[in-house]
T-cell receptor, first 116, second 110 residues
Framework: DAGVIQSPRHEVTEMGQEVTLRCKPI?????LFWYRQTMMRGLELLIY????????DSGMPEDRFSAKMPNASFSTLKIQPSEPRDSAVYFC??????????????FGPGTRLTVT | GDSVTQMEGPVTLSEEAFLTINCTYT??????LFWYVQYPGEGLQLLLK?????DKGSNKGFEATYRKETTSFHLEKGSVQVSDSAVYFC?????????FGEGTQLTVNP
């Protein structure tokens, strides 16, 4: 099992540019989560999909952020335009259960985003 | 809303020392409780869980007991190793979300 795959692992971009982060969940998992981790705010849930449908996007900070899951094996998180305060590590996680109720989420290695 | 509070870090111990990382929670209903661990440069991994009051979760020598009366889920290990150096997150689930604590950095010196 390859685990959750995220790309790129590191991204450095200039303010105002569009950034797209990618995630491939574990095959057979039907829930997918995007998190953001910073020193100041810790680990924050941005959005959660179940069976490719966004269920809870209340953590998405603002309209500059958008997430899609066109099929069961791929999801993207897009920031447009990016700002320095978006600098963080972004994690994707998947789960075989519905939502977080099972509690066992499998995390990817993360994408470290730096916006200058 | 639901929240998790962990003891402030960082925590530095010598190898074979006893470890306790405190975790308390506030939640409506009866959440399930978890400890996740994050090794340097990696994503979080589930360490252990407990789904109801008085349950004890255990894994890799770590233990935590779900204490409803004190709303706590403290993580313990009798003898830590250098390889246990990581960030530890307490979390709860209630409904569709996992709510994490702020994390506690543990460093174990040889």
């Amino acid at each position: 099992d390859a685990g959750v795959i995220q790309s790129p692992r590191h991204e450095v971009t200039e303010m105002g540019q569009e950034v797209t982060l990618r995630c491939k969940p574990i095959s057979g998992h039907n829930s997918l989560f995007w998190y953001r981790q910073t020193m100041m705010r810790g680990l924050e849930l941005l959005i959660y999909f179940n069976n490719n449908v966004p269920i809870d996007d209340s953590g998405m900070p603002e309209d500059r952020f958008s997430a899609k899951m066109p099929n069961a094996s791929f999801s993207t998180l897009k920031i447009q335009p990016s700002e320095p305060r978006d600098s963080a590590v972004y994690f994707c996680a998947s789960s075989p259960g519905q939502g977080a109720s099972s509690g066992k989420q499998y995390f990817g290695p993360g994408t470290r985003l730096t916006v200058t | 809303g639901d929240s998790v509070t962990q003891m402030e870090g960082p925590v530095t111990l010598s190898e074979e020392a006893f470890l306790t990382i405190n975790c308390t929670y506030t939640a409506t209903g009866y959440p399930s409780l978890f400890w996740y661990v994050q090794y340097p440069g990696e994503g979080l991994q589930l360490l252990l869980k407990a789904t109801k009051a008085d349950d004890k979760g255990s894994n890799k020598g770590f233990e935590a007991t779900y204490r409803k009366e004190t709303t706590s889920f403290h993580l313990e290990k009798g003898s830590v190793q250098v390889s246990d150096s990581a960030v530890y997150f307490c979390a709860l689930t209630s409904g569709s979300r996992l709510t994490f604590g702020e994390g506690t950095q543990l460093t174990v010196n040889p």
